[in-house]
Each structure stands twice: as structure tokens, then as C-alpha cells.
Nanobody, 117 residues
Framework: QVQLVESGGGSVQPGGSLRLSCGASGSISTINVMTWFRQAPGKQRELVASITYNGGTNYADFVKGRFTISRDNVKKTVYLQMNSLKPEDTAVYYC???????????WGQGTQVTVSS
């Protein structure tokens, strides 16, 4: 089985920064795509950023230039560096892993990010 554990969420003022981490364990396979999603109250879950096993990245337009996704394959961890945070970034942030070879997908439990003055 695969387990994903997010950390690094919290409360920050507008313009501040946070770094989220997502550690993976279990049968994750090295050939995978790791993605950060977020879900604000009353809204659908949306993709924030993704990174392939060999470092290819994709970002939602609303975070381009502010957020950076990265991964450490040795530590089996994906990171999301969030800068210039805005109140509209407030949401629960979820980590997702998709194994390319069999298409299996796994979710973390989520971590709350609150941006407020």
C-alpha cells in the first residue's frame, strides 16, 4: 500500500511564504507523477502543480511565478514552495501520487493553508 503524509501548512499573512512537504512510503514505484491539489470551502478540488519522476513540471496559471514544485526521489518527498501568498490561496492542500505503470492513484490526508491578515 502507499501512504502520503503532508506537512508544512499553517497560517500566514498575505505576501508571506510556506513550504509544503509530502512524504511517500510503500509501493510507490520510481515511475510516478506527484501532484499538489487544493480545495477551498465550497469549491471543487483543483490542480496546483505537478512534477514527473524525471522533473518535468506543470503549474496552474494562478500560481505561476509564485509557487515552485520540486521533488527528492531519494527521500521520496515532493515539496511545494509557496511565495507571495494571497487570501485566495486559502485551502486544504492535498498531495497525490499516480503510478505510471498501472495508473493507480493515492491521496494524502491534506494540510490546511490559511492566508489572512
Amino acid at each position: 500500500q502507499v501512504q502520503l503524509v503532508e506537512s508544512g501548512g499553517g497560517s500566514v499573512q498575505p505576501g508571506g511564504s510556506l513550504r509544503l512537504s509530502c512524504g511517500a512510503s510503500g509501493s510507490i514505484s520510481t515511475i510516478n507523477v506527484m501532484t499538489w491539489f487544493r480545495q477551498a470551502p465550497g469549491k471543487q478540488r483543483e490542480l496546483v502543480a505537478s512534477i514527473t519522476y524525471n522533473g518535468g513540471t506543470n503549474y496552474a496559471d494562478f500560481v505561476k511565478g509564485r509557487f515552485t514544485i520540486s521533488r527528492d526521489n531519494v527521500k521520496k518527498t515532493v515539496y511545494l514552495q509557496m511565495n507571495s501568498l494571497k487570501p485566495e490561496d486559502t485551502a486544504v492542500y492535498y498531495c497525490h501520487l499516480r503510478r505510471i505503470l498501472d495508473g493507480s492513484g493515492y491521496w494524502g490526508q491534506g494540510t490546511q493553508v490559511t492566508v489572512s491578515s
